[in-house]
């Protein structure tokens, strides 16, 4: 009879903690975002600084845990023409997944336009969190998208390797 009590209490336990796991990632650490001061940013290829571009219906999540939990999404009226003319075009083609909550970013239809050509990714602002670049992926129909993503340094950062001197200096905690 201890055995079922014993095993019953593990199972209990268990849920209860599975559960706690499963909010806390989906939900727990996210935050609705406030619109950055300056807009949604992209760094001109003439002057290599980030400058703002027109834009409407923003909305955005992040959460303090992490800095590559950013995500956002907007509506522009700018042509991609235009933009790829004027601003540096990112590599970054993946975009990070979302909660499934935040139902404006939808990270496979946001990849599939990318592959499709018909939407193409920008960067956003290097360095926006030390090692973390901010992408930005506009379509062809203007509807936007942003994320965070790992640049070199970040990814010798946080993996553990020598950093070396073409990365700034990291920030103290």
Known sequence: MNGKILGGVILVAAAIAGLALYYLQVYGYYHEAPAPDEGVSLVSISSNASEPILTDNFR????DSSPIRY????????????LSE??????????????????CFDAKAIAEEIEAATAL???????????????????SDGRGYVWHELND??????????????CPERPAD
């Open 71 to 82: 995500r956002a999404c907007f509506d522009t009226s700018l042509s991609l023409a235009m």
């Open 60 to 63: 955005a999540i992040d959460a």
């Open 86 to 103: 004027t601003y540096v075009v990112s590599d970054e083609v993946t975009p990070r997944n979302a909660p499934g909550w935040f139902d």
């Open 153 to 166: 340094c970040g990814d010798k950062a946080y993996d553990g390797t020598v950093v070396g001197e073409a």
């Open 121 to 139: 990714t920008f960067l956003g602002q290097k360095n926006v969190h030390f090692g973390v670049d901010r992408i930005v992926a506009i379509t």
